[in-house]
Protein backbone atom coordinates (compact mmCIF):
# COMPACT_ATOMS: atom_id res chain seq x y z
CA UNK A 1 0.00 0.00 0.00
CA UNK A 2 0.95 3.44 -0.88
CA UNK A 3 2.19 5.74 1.90
CA UNK A 4 0.94 9.04 -0.16
CA UNK A 5 2.00 11.21 3.48
CA UNK A 6 5.79 10.30 2.30
CA UNK A 7 5.10 11.06 -1.10
CA UNK A 8 2.59 14.66 -1.30
CA UNK A 9 4.68 18.08 -0.57
CA UNK A 10 4.99 18.47 2.90
CA UNK A 11 3.86 22.26 2.57
CA UNK A 12 0.85 21.29 1.20
CA UNK A 13 -0.03 18.67 3.92
CA UNK A 14 0.35 21.50 6.41
CA UNK A 15 -1.93 24.34 5.03
CA UNK A 16 -4.88 24.11 6.91
CA UNK A 17 -8.26 23.69 4.69
CA UNK A 18 -10.47 27.16 4.06
CA UNK A 19 -12.38 27.76 7.08
CA UNK A 20 -14.94 29.56 5.11
CA UNK A 21 -15.69 26.81 2.69
CA UNK A 22 -15.97 24.42 6.04
CA UNK A 23 -19.24 25.41 6.94
CA UNK A 24 -20.38 26.32 3.28
CA UNK A 25 -19.93 22.40 3.06
CA UNK A 26 -21.78 21.98 6.11
CA UNK A 27 -24.90 24.09 4.64
CA UNK A 28 -25.25 22.50 1.43
CA UNK A 29 -25.65 19.14 3.17
CA UNK A 30 -28.77 20.46 5.18
CA UNK A 31 -32.12 21.32 4.30
CA UNK A 32 -33.41 24.92 4.69
CA UNK A 33 -30.05 26.13 5.82
CA UNK A 34 -30.11 30.16 4.94
CA UNK A 35 -25.54 30.96 4.14
CA UNK A 36 -24.50 34.18 4.69
CA UNK A 37 -21.49 32.42 4.63
CA UNK A 38 -20.21 33.09 0.76
CA UNK A 39 -19.09 36.44 -0.84
CA UNK A 40 -21.31 35.53 -3.58
CA UNK A 41 -23.69 38.67 -5.07
CA UNK A 42 -27.05 37.38 -5.22
CA UNK A 43 -27.37 39.74 -7.83
CA UNK A 44 -27.23 38.42 -11.36
CA UNK A 45 -24.69 39.31 -13.98
CA UNK A 46 -26.26 42.50 -16.39
CA UNK A 47 -27.77 41.30 -18.84
CA UNK A 48 -25.82 43.59 -21.32
CA UNK A 49 -22.37 41.82 -19.77
CA UNK A 50 -24.13 38.66 -20.25
CA UNK A 51 -25.40 39.07 -23.19
CA UNK A 52 -22.08 40.15 -24.73
CA UNK A 53 -20.27 36.85 -23.41
CA UNK A 54 -23.27 34.98 -25.15
CA UNK A 55 -22.37 37.05 -28.54
CA UNK A 56 -19.25 35.65 -28.58
CA UNK A 57 -19.76 32.35 -28.55
CA UNK A 58 -22.37 32.82 -31.10
CA UNK A 59 -19.35 34.48 -33.29
CA UNK A 60 -17.12 31.62 -32.53
CA UNK A 61 -14.69 33.05 -30.42
CA UNK A 62 -13.54 30.33 -28.48
CA UNK A 63 -9.91 31.03 -29.48
CA UNK A 64 -6.73 31.47 -26.74
CA UNK A 65 -6.58 34.96 -25.47
CA UNK A 66 -2.77 36.94 -25.81
CA UNK A 67 -1.36 35.82 -22.59
CA UNK A 68 -1.70 39.41 -21.16
CA UNK A 69 -5.51 39.66 -22.19
CA UNK A 70 -6.90 40.81 -25.21
CA UNK A 71 -5.41 44.50 -25.48
CA UNK A 72 -9.11 45.47 -26.17
CA UNK A 73 -9.85 44.70 -22.46
CA UNK A 74 -6.49 46.11 -20.95
CA UNK A 75 -6.75 49.35 -22.57
CA UNK A 76 -10.26 49.33 -21.19
CA UNK A 77 -9.32 48.51 -17.49
CA UNK A 78 -6.36 51.33 -17.54
CA UNK A 79 -9.09 53.78 -18.72
CA UNK A 80 -11.60 52.30 -15.68
CA UNK A 81 -8.74 52.70 -13.43
CA UNK A 82 -8.20 56.44 -14.71
CA UNK A 83 -11.41 57.49 -14.74
CA UNK A 84 -12.62 55.84 -11.35
CA UNK A 85 -9.50 55.94 -8.95
CA UNK A 86 -7.36 58.34 -10.50
CA UNK A 87 -4.56 56.05 -11.29
CA UNK A 88 -3.13 55.76 -15.15
CA UNK A 89 -1.40 52.75 -16.37
CA UNK A 90 0.26 51.46 -19.66
CA UNK A 91 -2.18 48.90 -20.63
CA UNK A 92 0.52 47.07 -22.68
CA UNK A 93 3.39 47.14 -19.96
CA UNK A 94 1.85 47.58 -17.00
CA UNK A 95 -1.71 45.31 -16.80
CA UNK A 96 -2.00 41.65 -16.83
CA UNK A 97 -5.34 39.77 -16.98
CA UNK A 98 -6.27 36.74 -14.59
CA UNK A 99 -8.10 33.79 -13.44
CA UNK A 100 -9.75 35.71 -10.80
CA UNK A 101 -8.14 38.07 -8.31
CA UNK A 102 -6.65 35.04 -6.32
CA UNK A 103 -4.44 34.03 -9.24
CA UNK A 104 -3.14 37.66 -9.55
CA UNK A 105 -2.60 37.55 -5.66
CA UNK A 106 -0.82 34.50 -6.10
CA UNK A 107 1.58 35.29 -9.14
CA UNK A 108 2.56 38.82 -7.53
CA UNK A 109 3.65 36.86 -3.72
CA UNK A 110 5.49 34.36 -5.90
CA UNK A 111 7.03 36.71 -8.35
CA UNK A 112 8.62 38.91 -5.84
CA UNK A 113 9.01 36.35 -2.54
CA UNK A 114 12.11 34.45 -1.90
CA UNK A 115 12.64 32.05 0.48
CA UNK A 116 13.19 33.81 4.12
CA UNK A 117 11.07 36.90 2.96
CA UNK A 118 8.81 38.46 5.33
CA UNK A 119 5.53 39.30 3.85
CA UNK A 120 3.55 41.80 6.17
CA UNK A 121 -0.38 40.42 6.36
CA UNK A 122 -2.90 42.39 8.61
CA UNK A 123 -5.36 40.09 10.09
CA UNK A 124 -8.34 39.41 9.93
CA UNK A 125 -8.30 39.20 6.74
CA UNK A 126 -8.77 37.16 3.74
CA UNK A 127 -7.58 33.36 3.73
CA UNK A 128 -5.33 32.60 0.94
CA UNK A 129 -2.43 35.69 1.22
CA UNK A 130 -0.89 33.47 4.59
CA UNK A 131 -0.47 29.75 2.64
CA UNK A 132 0.34 31.36 -0.69
CA UNK A 133 3.34 33.43 1.34
CA UNK A 134 4.13 29.87 2.86
CA UNK A 135 4.43 28.42 -0.66
CA UNK A 136 5.97 30.57 -2.08
CA UNK A 137 8.79 30.17 1.02
CA UNK A 138 8.23 33.17 2.51
CA UNK A 139 7.90 34.27 6.22
CA UNK A 140 4.17 35.49 6.77
CA UNK A 141 4.31 38.24 9.71
CA UNK A 142 0.95 38.58 10.82
CA UNK A 143 -0.45 41.86 12.16
CA UNK A 144 -3.30 42.20 14.54
CA UNK A 145 -5.58 44.45 13.75
CA UNK A 146 -7.66 45.79 16.07
CA UNK A 147 -11.77 46.34 16.59
CA UNK A 148 -11.09 49.76 18.54
CA UNK A 149 -9.00 51.08 15.35
CA UNK A 150 -12.29 49.88 13.35
CA UNK A 151 -9.79 47.31 12.28
CA UNK A 152 -7.49 49.52 10.45
CA UNK A 153 -3.97 49.45 9.72
CA UNK A 154 -2.17 51.81 11.83
CA UNK A 155 0.98 53.30 10.87
CA UNK A 156 2.15 52.03 14.28
CA UNK A 157 1.36 48.39 13.91
CA UNK A 158 2.98 48.53 10.50
CA UNK A 159 6.69 49.89 12.20
CA UNK A 160 6.26 48.13 15.02
CA UNK A 161 6.58 44.84 12.37
CA UNK A 162 9.04 45.61 10.02
CA UNK A 163 12.63 43.95 10.17
CA UNK A 164 15.36 43.61 7.73
CA UNK A 165 13.71 40.93 5.99
CA UNK A 166 10.51 42.35 5.30
CA UNK A 167 9.82 42.36 1.31
CA UNK A 168 6.36 43.09 1.17
CA UNK A 169 2.91 44.72 2.39
CA UNK A 170 -0.48 42.85 1.48
CA UNK A 171 -2.73 45.64 2.11
CA UNK A 172 -6.12 44.03 2.02
CA UNK A 173 -8.88 47.13 1.82
CA UNK A 174 -11.52 47.48 1.62
CA UNK A 175 -10.85 44.25 4.07
CA UNK A 176 -12.99 41.02 3.70
CA UNK A 177 -14.29 39.62 6.67
CA UNK A 178 -14.70 43.15 8.53
CA UNK A 179 -15.80 45.64 6.28
CA UNK A 180 -12.73 48.26 7.14
CA UNK A 181 -11.23 50.96 5.27
CA UNK A 182 -8.75 52.80 4.74
CA UNK A 183 -9.45 56.28 3.76
CA UNK A 184 -6.78 58.92 2.04
CA UNK A 185 -5.23 60.07 5.48
CA UNK A 186 -4.54 56.54 6.57
CA UNK A 187 -3.07 55.57 3.62
CA UNK A 188 -0.82 58.55 3.43
CA UNK A 189 0.54 57.44 7.01
CA UNK A 190 1.12 53.91 6.09
CA UNK A 191 2.60 55.27 2.50
CA UNK A 192 5.43 57.53 4.64
CA UNK A 193 6.42 53.96 6.18
CA UNK A 194 6.55 52.15 2.98
CA UNK A 195 8.62 54.74 1.96
CA UNK A 196 10.90 55.07 5.06
CA UNK A 197 11.93 51.22 4.74
CA UNK A 198 11.55 50.61 1.36
CA UNK A 199 8.82 47.66 0.76
CA UNK A 200 6.28 47.38 -1.84
CA UNK A 201 3.31 46.79 -1.31
CA UNK A 202 0.26 44.14 -2.85
CA UNK A 203 -2.73 46.47 -2.72
CA UNK A 204 -5.79 43.73 -3.11
CA UNK A 205 -8.68 46.52 -3.74
CA UNK A 206 -11.45 43.81 -5.41
CA UNK A 207 -14.05 45.37 -3.40
CA UNK A 208 -12.47 48.90 -4.32
CA UNK A 209 -16.30 49.85 -6.00
CA UNK A 210 -18.36 48.67 -2.65
CA UNK A 211 -17.95 51.89 -0.22
CA UNK A 212 -20.57 53.61 1.54
CA UNK A 213 -20.76 57.48 2.23
CA UNK A 214 -20.17 60.42 0.49
CA UNK A 215 -15.90 59.03 0.59
CA UNK A 216 -14.80 56.84 -2.60
CA UNK A 217 -12.15 54.70 -2.41
CA UNK A 218 -8.71 55.39 -2.61
CA UNK A 219 -6.51 53.26 -4.52
CA UNK A 220 -3.21 52.96 -2.30
CA UNK A 221 -1.49 53.44 -5.52
CA UNK A 222 -2.62 57.56 -5.89
CA UNK A 223 -1.14 58.12 -2.78
CA UNK A 224 2.32 60.48 -3.76
CA UNK A 225 5.21 57.96 -4.58
CA UNK A 226 3.45 54.76 -4.02
CA UNK A 227 2.42 53.65 -8.20
CA UNK A 228 6.35 52.28 -8.60
CA UNK A 229 6.06 50.38 -5.51
CA UNK A 230 2.36 49.34 -5.24
CA UNK A 231 1.03 46.06 -7.39
CA UNK A 232 -2.80 46.51 -7.22
CA UNK A 233 -5.32 43.64 -7.71
CA UNK A 234 -9.08 44.04 -8.41
CA UNK A 235 -11.45 42.11 -11.08
CA UNK A 236 -15.09 41.27 -11.75
CA UNK A 237 -16.25 39.53 -9.08
CA UNK A 238 -17.90 41.27 -6.84
CA UNK A 239 -18.39 44.77 -8.28
CA UNK A 240 -19.97 43.33 -11.62
CA UNK A 241 -21.97 40.02 -9.65
CA UNK A 242 -19.39 37.81 -12.21
CA UNK A 243 -18.21 35.83 -9.84
CA UNK A 244 -18.05 32.46 -12.16
CA UNK A 245 -16.60 34.15 -14.93
CA UNK A 246 -13.45 33.89 -12.90
CA UNK A 247 -11.49 37.41 -14.30
CA UNK A 248 -9.36 39.51 -12.59
CA UNK A 249 -6.11 41.45 -13.05
CA UNK A 250 -2.95 43.01 -11.77
CA UNK A 251 -2.00 46.85 -12.18
CA UNK A 252 1.75 47.52 -11.57
CA UNK A 253 5.46 48.76 -12.26
CA UNK A 254 6.14 46.84 -15.61
CA UNK A 255 9.41 44.89 -14.06
CA UNK A 256 6.87 42.97 -12.00
CA UNK A 257 4.19 42.85 -14.66
CA UNK A 258 6.55 41.06 -16.78
CA UNK A 259 7.62 38.51 -14.16
CA UNK A 260 3.87 37.99 -13.36
CA UNK A 261 3.22 37.21 -16.65
CA UNK A 262 5.92 35.05 -17.14
CA UNK A 263 4.52 32.98 -14.46
CA UNK A 264 1.01 33.31 -15.32
CA UNK A 265 2.22 31.44 -19.52
CA UNK A 266 3.26 28.71 -17.98
CA UNK A 267 0.91 27.93 -15.37
CA UNK A 268 -2.50 29.26 -16.69
CA UNK A 269 -1.66 30.35 -20.52
CA UNK A 270 -4.64 33.31 -20.55
CA UNK A 271 -7.89 33.56 -18.88
CA UNK A 272 -11.31 32.42 -20.29
CA UNK A 273 -12.19 34.54 -23.53
CA UNK A 274 -15.47 34.58 -23.43
CA UNK A 275 -15.51 36.15 -19.61
CA UNK A 276 -13.05 38.71 -21.62
CA UNK A 277 -15.66 40.04 -24.06
CA UNK A 278 -18.34 40.16 -21.23
CA UNK A 279 -15.92 42.38 -18.99
CA UNK A 280 -15.32 44.34 -21.71
CA UNK A 281 -18.81 45.14 -22.11
CA UNK A 282 -18.97 45.43 -18.14
CA UNK A 283 -16.44 48.11 -18.28
CA UNK A 284 -17.54 50.32 -21.37
CA UNK A 285 -21.72 49.82 -19.41
CA UNK A 286 -21.74 48.64 -16.26
CA UNK A 287 -21.17 51.95 -13.96
CA UNK A 288 -24.89 52.20 -13.34
CA UNK A 289 -24.78 48.76 -12.70
CA UNK A 290 -22.31 49.18 -9.65
CA UNK A 291 -24.25 52.07 -8.69
CA UNK A 292 -27.95 50.06 -8.31
CA UNK A 293 -26.03 46.91 -6.66
CA UNK A 294 -24.19 49.37 -4.23
CA UNK A 295 -27.38 50.74 -2.93
CA UNK A 296 -29.10 47.64 -2.56
CA UNK A 297 -25.71 46.61 -0.71
CA UNK A 298 -26.08 49.77 1.47
CA UNK A 299 -29.52 49.30 2.37
CA UNK A 300 -28.83 45.67 3.71
CA UNK A 301 -25.43 46.78 5.70
CA UNK A 302 -27.58 49.25 7.50
CA UNK A 303 -30.27 46.86 8.51
CA UNK A 304 -27.63 44.05 9.70
CA UNK A 305 -25.93 46.09 11.79
CA UNK A 306 -28.51 47.91 13.69
CA UNK A 307 -29.97 44.48 13.92
CA UNK A 308 -26.95 43.08 15.74
CA UNK A 309 -26.43 46.14 17.86
CA UNK A 310 -29.73 45.30 19.21
CA UNK A 311 -29.21 41.91 20.21
CA UNK A 312 -26.34 42.88 21.92
CA UNK A 313 -23.83 41.42 19.41
CA UNK A 314 -21.53 44.71 19.55
CA UNK A 315 -20.66 45.44 15.37
CA UNK A 316 -18.37 48.36 14.35
CA UNK A 317 -20.20 49.88 11.38
CA UNK A 318 -18.48 48.23 7.87
CA UNK A 319 -17.78 50.94 5.42
CA UNK A 320 -16.44 48.58 2.54
CA UNK A 321 -17.19 45.16 1.35
CA UNK A 322 -20.15 43.32 1.90
CA UNK A 323 -19.81 41.69 5.45
CA UNK A 324 -20.32 42.93 8.62
CA UNK A 325 -17.77 41.20 11.86
CA UNK A 326 -20.25 41.39 14.91
CA UNK A 327 -18.78 40.46 18.07
CA UNK A 328 -19.88 37.26 19.84
CA UNK A 329 -18.70 37.30 23.04
CA UNK A 330 -21.59 37.14 24.56
CA UNK A 331 -22.77 34.45 23.91
CA UNK A 332 -20.05 32.85 26.15
CA UNK A 333 -18.99 30.82 23.19
CA UNK A 334 -15.75 30.53 20.72
CA UNK A 335 -16.72 31.90 17.12
CA UNK A 336 -16.34 28.29 16.45
CA UNK A 337 -18.71 26.96 18.66
CA UNK A 338 -21.30 29.75 18.51
CA UNK A 339 -21.12 29.19 14.27
CA UNK A 340 -21.48 25.32 14.82
CA UNK A 341 -24.30 25.69 16.72
CA UNK A 342 -26.06 28.30 15.13
CA UNK A 343 -26.15 26.11 11.80
CA UNK A 344 -27.13 22.89 14.03
CA UNK A 345 -29.48 24.97 16.04
CA UNK A 346 -31.12 27.49 13.51
CA UNK A 347 -29.70 26.31 10.16
CA UNK A 348 -28.31 29.53 9.45
CA UNK A 349 -24.42 29.74 8.37
CA UNK A 350 -22.19 32.19 8.89
CA UNK A 351 -18.62 31.91 9.19
CA UNK A 352 -16.12 31.80 12.56
CA UNK A 353 -14.03 35.14 12.71
CA UNK A 354 -11.02 32.78 13.75
CA UNK A 355 -11.13 31.45 9.57
CA UNK A 356 -9.23 35.01 8.90
CA UNK A 357 -6.33 34.48 11.56
CA UNK A 358 -6.42 33.92 15.61
CA UNK A 359 -7.29 37.53 15.76
CA UNK A 360 -11.05 36.93 14.65
CA UNK A 361 -11.67 34.95 18.09
CA UNK A 362 -14.78 36.56 19.70
CA UNK A 363 -16.28 37.62 16.35
CA UNK A 364 -18.35 36.04 13.13
CA UNK A 365 -18.10 37.27 9.44
CA UNK A 366 -21.88 38.08 8.17
CA UNK A 367 -22.02 38.43 4.50
CA UNK A 368 -24.81 40.85 3.37
CA UNK A 369 -24.85 39.92 -0.07
CA UNK A 370 -27.88 37.97 0.02
CA UNK A 371 -31.03 38.77 -0.74
CA UNK A 372 -33.27 41.04 1.98
CA UNK A 373 -35.86 38.31 2.66
CA UNK A 374 -32.74 35.94 3.08
CA UNK A 375 -31.17 38.13 5.69
CA UNK A 376 -34.39 39.43 7.31
CA UNK A 377 -34.98 35.57 8.18
CA UNK A 378 -31.61 34.68 9.15
CA UNK A 379 -31.81 37.33 11.86
CA UNK A 380 -35.16 35.93 13.09
CA UNK A 381 -33.09 32.62 13.38
CA UNK A 382 -29.93 34.30 15.21
CA UNK A 383 -32.43 36.06 17.94
CA UNK A 384 -33.52 33.04 18.63
CA UNK A 385 -30.21 30.70 19.16
CA UNK A 386 -29.33 33.60 21.06
CA UNK A 387 -32.39 33.83 23.39
CA UNK A 388 -31.15 30.06 24.12
CA UNK A 389 -27.92 30.23 24.73
CA UNK A 390 -27.96 33.83 26.10
CA UNK A 391 -25.24 32.79 30.04
Known sequence: MIDYSRLLNDKVQELKPSG?????????????????????????????????????????????????????????????????????????????VSVGGSEAIDLCIRALVQQGDEVLI????????????????????????????????????????????????????????????????????IAAVIE??????????????????????????????????????????????MTGWRLGYALGPEPVITQMTKLHQYAIMSAPTTAQYAAIEALKHGDADIERMREEYDMRRRLIVDSFCKMGLTCFEPEGAFYCFPSIQISGKTSEDFCEGLIYDQHVAIVPGTAFGECGEGFARVSYSYSLGHIKEALVRIQKYLDKIKP
Not at 144 to 164: D, G, V, W
Open 20 to 96: IRRFFDIANEMDHVISLSIGEPDFTTPWHVRQEGIESLRRGRTWYSPNKGFAELRSQISNYYARRFNVEYNPDQEIL
Open 122 to 189: PQPSFVCYEPMTIMADGKPVIIRTKAENEFRLTSQELEEAITPRTKLLILPFPNNPTGAVMRREHLEE
Open 196 to 241: KHNILVLSDEIYGELTYGKDRHVSFADIKGMKERTIVVSGFSKAYA
